[in-house]
């Protein structure tokens, strides 16, 4: 075992799809970390098959211990309506909820470092220096201005396990009236405001792609990140814009055709 770890998430089959790319992707970099998929009992074993057959470690994760109240806060419907999102749309099967139960990675106290990496990303050149970073480092989330700078996105983050630190973050987490807009996202924001930026590079949104192109350079992108829409969703309402990146992501999921990224960066005339 290594002491280093990438981590995922998968609480249903859809991110357990989302999950083989990002595996894929992580194996080609040929890093010698483990590749760690947190799974909950919505996660189909067949959908995992193809996820341990690539060599990852499937840990059986539980939703968090979280009070009935905080539930209901957080529930789909209720979260939308009380938190619309106004930039983009989230999948059906995205439950908020589900998002929470990232915290359990501070529980891999079998590894000195973890990189935490969304199932809605692909990696597309080596990161292992980002077990050199301390926690808590994340990148902003930038797709669209510059005030985007002021928050992080939980997507893509640096962070050290140990009990005690989880102890302490649920005990914050659920507290009477406590509402995280943006679940985890906006709970570690809150949780670690003094965090530490990576570069944008490390967790590149999708929608910088059409919103800031002059952001987006294939000679620095090392994680492609396909927030709100996904890139396995038939025809959704940015597909048309996002073909490139679409592709990408298929490509990764199927095992075939898989662009160098030094192919990308200088493509043939
Ligand atoms: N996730 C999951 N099931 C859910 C919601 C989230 O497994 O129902 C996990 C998965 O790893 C996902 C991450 O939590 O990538 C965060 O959700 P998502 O990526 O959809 O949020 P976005 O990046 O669009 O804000
Ligand atoms: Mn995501």
């Given at each position: 075992m290594s002491k280093h770890a990438y981590v995922t998430l998968v609480t249903n089959e859809d991110y357990a799809m989302g999950a083989l790319a990002l595996v894929r992707s992580l194996r080609l970099t040929e890093t010698d970390a483990d590749l760690v998929v947190m799974h909950t009992g919505g996660a189909p074993a067949q959908a995992l098959k193809p996820l341990a057959a690539l060599g990852a470690r499937l840990v059986p994760a539980e939703l968090l211990p979280t009070s009935d109240a905080f539930n209901e806060r957080h529930q789909r419907a209720r979260l939308h309506a009380n938190a619309p999102f106004t930039k983009g749309n989230k999948p059906s099967f995205h439950t908020p909820l589900d998002n929470f139960a990232k915290l359990r990675l501070w529980q891999l106290t079998e590894y000195e470092r973890v990189v935490f990496i969304d199932a809605d990303a692909v990696v597309?050149?080596?990161?292992?220096?980002?077990?050199?970073?301390?926690?808590f480092s994340a990148a902003p989330n930038v797709y669209e201005s510059l005030a985007d700078f002021h928050r992080l996105n939980s997507g893509v983050f640096v962070a050290t396990p140990s009990e005690a630190s989880f102890a302490a973050m649920l005990a914050r987490l659920d507290q009477p009236e406590a509402f995280w807009r943006r679940t985890d996202q906006t709970f570690l924001q809150a949780y670690f405001p003094h965090w530490h930026g990576l570069p944008v590079f490390f967790n590149m949104l999708q929608y910088v792609w059409f919103n800031l192109p002059a952001l987006w350079d294939w000679n620095s992108v090392s994680v492609v990140h396909y927030q709100y829409e996904k890139p396995w969703e038939q025809d959704h309402p940015k597909a048309a814009e996002l073909g490139p990146l679409i592709d990408l992501w298929h490509a990764f999921h199927s095992g075939e055709n898989i662009p160098d990224v030094e192919t990308l960066a200088n493509p043939s005339p």
């Open positions: 597309v050149r080596n990161i292992d220096r980002l077990f050199g970073y301390p926690e």
